[in-house]
């Protein structure tokens, strides 16, 4: 690694130097009294950026697809004058940088590159050294940060292929890693070791003064509200701990709850979003509230939140306030935030082909700032952001000049603050070989957070006997901090002598109500000090009980027994809690890998049928005995394991309806409604009419919370629903004859009903939806009714906004020449299921064309040229209306050709119907006034350009549109609506179907077996495909989402479009 010596004068002179302040732009934030922001660098320095590092010598570093660049701010008036390339690589752009010196690590192109720069010309070495192949593309690898141990540490996410080969050292804390990780590579980048694992797709951590790191962890979107939900969530990592997340990818979601033993335990949640930077303020120039306290940053809502973490018990608690966030048309949405060396906060905007800027956060109050240092060894222990690489090349090079001793003498020197002292024990353990034992024993005393820094230290040396009695001597420690390292650092070490065990305090930690505490002496007990463990006396309280059965399992005779005690004789509902997870352990777990059936994910048991009748029996009535609980956790793993049981026992489905009522959760319903699908037993009337009420309540209960839901709710619901009416056939009855039922989403379930079931909920539905637009679903259903019965109802939807193309395909079977106009309409149609159908019904009824309807055919033809069956059905329609000859094969140009000449009054019509010129474009979008929109109109338009039926609903199509706005500038936002090839989210990819007769579908397979597929191809538009109509089958390269939705938009439905969009929270 490069720690060039003239390096240091670079960054010397910034730091004394400093930024000249400058006016404030005029930028739309709401950001505290005191900070001001202001644009560092534009778009035509870094479009489209990935990822923001500050290099060695204090400068601005930003990646995207194609380069690495140094933004340059020569006249320091805090904006870059000019870039200069440090690599135009990785081709994929770098997701993370880390510059040790003049080198820089980062990932790209499917690997840990190592770039270097010998000579320090600001410029790579040629290619660069591939240390560690991963892949994932966005939940591929991310962050790297150099640790306070000099260790390189890279954040993986889950679909990055992590596996044992990333535990290389014996000590690994984690040795069969999974899904998101956090990994541990040496100085020297040769051997690595797996730190924690179970994260979804956190893009950063970082590490505060006390060595704790942290990390805002993603959620699983597809499953909001649903109870395996996951929000977006910070945690402290525990050392050798999962963090819940179960599944790899984004097209299936499930994580463990908070709550469970086996489960990460956040410290804060901000519900939904996508977490991209994690930076802990270690800086003085931002006021005192804000040192040491974590900025997390969220791409989708365009915001960035701090949270002052304070210490609780072993770990911190913190809440979450929003820092700063957009308020104009801009857009802002960003991807990373770092400290420079003035204390300033540089932040990041860019990602999935969006405007790149980098922004620059300062604060223009006054600060008490600390008095000067007074000594070079001062200079090294208040170092700002000591772990950031402008920092280490500033106090590294004093630090090794002014040697060991130095920081020997200060970690033991009271007089020092605890911060500086854990400086001191930090600087020993990178550069001097840690602690030795009289030293580390001189340092424990007094502050309990230098106390834990130095049970730290102790695990990154060779141990020996002295080291390992001082960490025994530490899990007596009062402090829970102090005791969570002590066995963390224990868990870490090559072997625990068992003559050792009477020196640790293990009634402490087993009767421990910190759970940071007791996970770190499990982690211990069941690794290292496993034969040390052995000689423990039996506990005797019922906590230390169970915790003995968490650490040696199932091999306990009594282990079922251990945790029945706990759950009946304690009131502490954690620890019951525990003891429910223990017992599903027991049971094998329950299945939640994503090969497994996702009707039993969560709610069966793997080794059911390995316990024995009687024990199954026993835990079922002892276990009844105490449901309900006093809390919604205790009442949803009773549930749970009486599902994972399948408990035959109609008193517990009494019990369980009993939860239900108008106040409680759609979420809480939907899980005990899934745990009774997984019961057995006849049903009581009572029971039934309980859970038709339920069930017909939960849409309601969706609105009235204004919950926004996707198609995973709707598919877990009508998992639970079938095997509900398996159990009991005379739901639907009770359903269909419910006051609640008659919701616009209850299709989901009349579609199920036996004819005459159906045909009443058609009617019943109709009714309730009054003068509103149906659900496609409904129009679907309703082509059922007689035609005479059908027609007027369909003729009355199709003014109403987004209802044409569903009513159209509805109407074609009963068409008639009064449907005419209607059906020229459909050609314009950016669905090809409609305009087939519309061409279809024309010639059908032999019907003319109007101006717009011969150039909408055209167009369209355009887009469906290498479409067989919708290029014959648009020829054909064409060869009726004109009469030319040979016209079945002809070409979109020729058609174009022969309209320009027929009817030359069209052309300027036709030119219109062309591509979409982007340049031309963004022009007008410059020049609207976007503040003149109405909300009113704009809801129209949101509905009659289909982006409701595709954006909203549960059955949605795309993502959701919340804070949109905030997130994109107007010019990203409509450019991407009228090309939405530039960039395409990985949970949104479609497929493409080509089938033998050469018809090409793009969309969403919802139904997938060897036999046929559904294929969701636009709003309420499904189509089903037999195995021998499939030719071929290939990921789509184009958005499902049609090119043309603006197509005849003027510029006050774009301002209006827009004014609606800003609702959206």
Known sequence: MINSRRLLWFTIAALLVGLRPVAAADLPFEIPDGFEINIFADDDMATNIYSLAIDSRGRVVVSGPGYVKILHDDDHDGRADRFTYYAKRPNDGAMGMCFDGTDLLCYGEGSILHFRDADGNDQADGDPERIA???????????????????????????????????????????????????RFSPDLKTREVIADGFRNPYDFDFNSAG????????????????????????????????????PGWKRSWSRPYWWIDSGHPVANTDRGSPTGVCVYRHTKFPERY???????????????????????????????????????????????????????????????????????????KTPQPAPPTSAALIVLNANDPLSSWSRLSWEPLARGLG??????????????????????????????????????????????VT??????????????????????????DNAFVQRTAWDALAVQPKIPADMSAKLDWA???????????????????????????????????RAKLIKARVVGTKLADYFDRCLAAVQVTDDPALQVEALRLIQLGLGDVPCEETSDEFDTGYAALKLDAIDKATREKLIDRLAAVFPGSTTPVNYELARLFSMLKADRPKLLDAITGLFSEATSPTDDIHYLLCMAHMPGERSSEVRHKLAHAIGSLNAKIDRDKMLVTGKWSNAMMQAWNALVKYDPALPDALLNDPAFGHREH??????????????????????????????????????????????????????????????????????????????????STSRATVVTSAKALRKIKAGPSDDALVAAVAALGRYEQDKPAREALTSLLSQWTGAESAAEWSQQAWIDWVAKKHPELADLLAQSGGEDLGAWRKRLAKIDWSSGDVARGLVQFQARACAACHTGSQRLGPGLENITQRFSTEDLFIHTVAPNLAISETYKAVQITTKDGAVWIGSIVYNSPASRIIEVGPGQQIRLTGDQIDKIEPATISPMPPALLTGATDENLADLYAYLKTLK
């Open 212 to 247: 704790s790191i942290f990390t805002y962890d993603s959620d699983g979107e597809s499953t909001h509200h649903l109870p395996w939900y996951a929000p977006t969530r910070v945690f402290d990592i525990q050392q050798g701990q999962h963090h819940g997340w179960v599944m």
């Open 291 to 365: 040192r040491d306290g974590l900025f997390i940053v969220c791409w989708t809502f365009g915001r960035i939140y701090f949270i002052p973490m304070t210490r609780d018990g072993a770990t911190y608690h913190g809440e979450v306030e929003t820092f700063i966030q957009s308020t104009g048309t801009d857009g802002f949405d960003p991807v990373d935030a770092v400290v420079g060396p003035n204390g300033d906060m540089y932040v990041a905007i860019g990602g999935r082909g969006t405007r790149g800027t980098v922004f620059r956060i300062t604060y223009t109050g």
């Open 508 to 542: 402490r930690a087993l009767d421990s109500h910190d759970e940071f505490v007791r996970s770190a002496m499990v982690r211990a007990a069941q690794g290292p000090a496993a034969e040390a463990f052995a000689q423990v006396a039996e506990p005797k309280t019922p």
């Open 452 to 477: 834990a820094r130095v049970a730290w230290a102790l695990s990154r040396q060779q141990p020996t006997d002295a080291s390992l009695t001082m960490l025994a001597e530490l899990t007596h420690h």
């Open 133 to 183: 192949k991963y892949h994932g593309g966005e939940h591929g690898a991310h962050a790297i940060v150099q640790g306070p141990d000099g260790w390189f540490y890279l954040l993986i996410g889950n679909m990055s292929g992590v596996s044992e080969a990333d535990a290389q050292l014996p000590t690994s804390p984690v040795k069969h890693p999974v899904n998101g990780s956090l990994i």
């Open 404 to 449: 060991k001793a130095t920081f020997e003498q200060a970690t033991v020197d009271q007089k020092l603050t605890p911060a500086q002292r854990i400086r001191a024990i930090e600087v020993l353990v990178e550069l001097f070989d840690g602690l030795t034992p009289d030293m580390a024993r001189a340092a424990i005393k007094g502050d309990p957070t």
């Open 747 to 828: 299709t989901i379930f009349a579609r199920t009903f036996s004819g005459k079931q159906q045909l009443a909920a058609v009617r019943r539905l109709i009714a309730a939806a009054g003068d509103s637009a149906w659900s496609s679903e409904l129009v679907r259903m309703s082509g059922q009714l007689p035609a005479k019965e059908l027609r007027p109802l369909l003729l009355k939807q199709a003014p109403l906004p987004g209802q044409r193309d569903i009513v159209i395909n509805a109407l074609a079977p009963h068409v008639t020449a009064d449907d005419a106009n209607l059906m020229r309409e459909g050609l314009a």
